[in-house]
């Protein structure tokens, strides 16, 4: 979602702080042999994937952009569990746009900042930015706090992009119909960031509530303005359980036992998740009734992540590592401000796999894959994603 520093929180000081076309073997192999055997639709549902969003699905943007000078995730451990080196993701391995772009047998997106001339751009490009908001930066320097954004490559400007950047994929409408029409659009996660920032500004949850609409709108704009484009099949996701997170754990501490759920969660924060899950999911039901042609997936991250906290051990995650982060400067949910990961005096843990929270903001590798599985094989979109031509393992 974002990557945010208080370097003070009593004085409310705060600043922020702060690829590639790798197909697996397996994938390639599934690839030929789909194609020898003469592939159908069904079989590779997508010819390509367009996604938009903020830290949990860049894929590299934020670190092309060049807005910070040595970001952490530019260097280990960021990137240790899979790519073996930092790639610009804010987690240790791949994302839940990974698998997805995987489980359809399509190469991991390309984020945009970092194309290069002559690259295959035609199977998919990434266009989310970690710490990206789904408002635009004006309405923050309206309310006082613009200074804080990490960036403001927001949803809109995203769009833009999208939108300049089609020219180089199709050229006649009949054509450009026709690719956008089997193309997967994911529209986020995107809003998280919204609040963040406007809780880390002073702002109490009645403030915070009081945007739930206009962030829904923003989001409920681009997803119309992409179907506009010709997007015929978008995902949406909702919001995660904020709650739980080590960072909103040690933000937000509390001695009163009531503030929390039978996981340790703390309520107030899972029922504001909610209540913006529940708005799009409003919103996006009119869009569905405006635009009859078209299929709007809701991907209900809330609900896929919240099973890892009622049964950690199914996922091979446990109760101690549950809401602790893996990578931080010690605490009661190894998140220290100062000592974030990839700072000094911070660590990882030495198995990332038995953790769901990577830095205390972002998931593992481990958590994405079984919510990008959830997602695919059901039963947290909806209505369903395509079945995938591979199973996510
Ligand atoms: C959404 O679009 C409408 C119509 O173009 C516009 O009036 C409104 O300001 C937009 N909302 C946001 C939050 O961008
Ligand atoms: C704990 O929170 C509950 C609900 O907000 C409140 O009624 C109660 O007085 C609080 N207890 C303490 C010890 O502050
Ligand atoms: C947080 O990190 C600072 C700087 O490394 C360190 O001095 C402090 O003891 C750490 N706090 C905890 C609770 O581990």
């Excluded at 220290?336 to 953790?355: E, M, V």
């Amino acid at each position: 979602m974002f990557l945010l520093s208080y370097s003070n929180l009593s004085s409310s000081t705060m600043k922020i702080l702060a690829v590639l076309l790798m197909t697996m073997s397996f994938i390639s192999l599934g690839f030929s042999e789909k194609v020898a055997s003469n592939s159908s639709d069904s079989d590779h549902p997508y010819e390509a994937i367009f996604n938009f969003g903020d830290s949990l699905s860049d894929t590299g943007n934020f670190l092309s952009s060049g807005a910070l000078a040595f970001p952490v995730i530019g260097k280990l451990p960021y990137g240790e569990t899979f790519f073996r080196h930092a790639t610009g993701r804010c987690s240790d391995g791949r994302l839940i746009v990974d698998f997805i772009a995987e489980a359809y047998g399509l190469p991991y997106l390309p984020p945009y900042l970092k194309l290069t001339k002559g690259q295959d751009v035609h199977k998919g490009v990434n266009f989310a930015v970690a710490g990206a908001t789904a408002l635009d930066a004006g309405f923050f320097y309206q309310r006082g706090f613009g200074k804080i954004l990490w960036t403001h490559d927001s949803l809109s400007v995203q769009l833009d992009w999208f939108k300049k950047f089609k020219r180089s994929l199709c050229t006649t409408r009949q054509d450009c119909d026709k690719y956008l029409k089997n193309s997967l659009f994911l529209v986020g996660e995107i809003g998280g960031n919204d609040y963040n920032y406007a809780a880390f500004a002073g702002g109490n949850i009645n403030q915070l509530l009081a945007t739930v609409p206009v962030v829904v709108e923003a989001i409920t704009n681009a997803t119309s303005e992409l179907i506009a484009e010709g997007a015929v099949e978008l995902v949406v996701p909702g919001n995660l359980p904020v709650g739980c997170s080590p960072l909103y754990l040690t933000l937000f501490q509390s001695q009163n036992k009531t503030d929390f759920d039978e996981n340790g969660c703390m309520k107030s924060f899972n029922a504001f998740a909610q209540f913006h899950n529940k708005h799009l999911n409003l919103a996006l039901d009119t869009l569905r009734n405006k635009n009859p042609h078209v299929r709007i997936i809701y991907a209900d991250y809330y609900g896929a992540a919240k099973r890892f906290f009622h049964k950690p051990g199914h996922f091979g995650f446990s109760g101690e590592t549950l809401l602790r982060a893996c990578c931080g400067g010690g605490g009661p949910f190894n998140f220290n401000n100062s000592a974030r990961c990839g700072h000094i005096g911070s660590k990882a843990c030495t198995n990332p796999s038995i953790y769901a929270n990577w830095d205390g903001i972002h998931l593992t590798e481990a958590a994405y894959r079984h919510i990008a599985k959830a997602l695919i094989e059901g039963p947290f979109s909806h209505p369903p994603l395509r079945s995938s031509p591979f199973k996510i393992p």
